[in-house]
């Protein structure tokens, strides 16, 4: 049913926010280090894991499919309302934290890309 992948999405999201405030604690930062970006991993490697194991229903991934199209615009809208001229003037490490995060995107999906291309080949 479609109101599982929305199950999916909730459960990752709720264990990704904490895992972002309990990342943000150890730190030493009251705030939530990368909550929703763990929850997205979550998502992501959790319906990897519901696809390969034959467990995903179609309705399932509609549901899922649904609010991943949404998620980018709540995203965006989240990060919208962020103090960015707080972060700039935290000084060079906040800038260098963001740059360096931006940087290993970057590298990761010229790898993932490489990684797909080498599985396209072997099963051609």
Excluded at 44 to 50: A, N
Excluded at 70 to 99: C, D, F, H, K
Aim: aromatic content about 6%; proline content about 1%; hydrophobic content about 50%.
């Amino acid at each position: 049913m479609t109101i599982y992948g929305t199950a999916i999405l909730s459960l990752s999201l709720l264990i990704g926010l904490a895992a972002g405030r309990l990342l943000g604690a150890l730190v030493g930062v009251d705030a939530d280090i990368g909550g929703v970006g763990i929850a997205m991993l979550l998502l992501i490697f959790s319906t990897d894991y519901l696809k390969r194991t034959g467990r995903l229903q179609v309705s399932t991934e509609s549901g899922i499919s649904f609010w991943g199209a949404i998620y980018v615009p709540v995203v965006v809208a989240m990060s919208a309302s962020q103090n960015v001229r707080g972060a700039l003037s935290g000084g060079v490490m906040a800038t260098l934290a963001g740059a360096l995060g931006v940087a290993v995107c970057f590298g990761l999906v010229g790898l993932f890309v490489r990684l797909g291309r080498g599985k396209e080949k072997e099963e051609s």
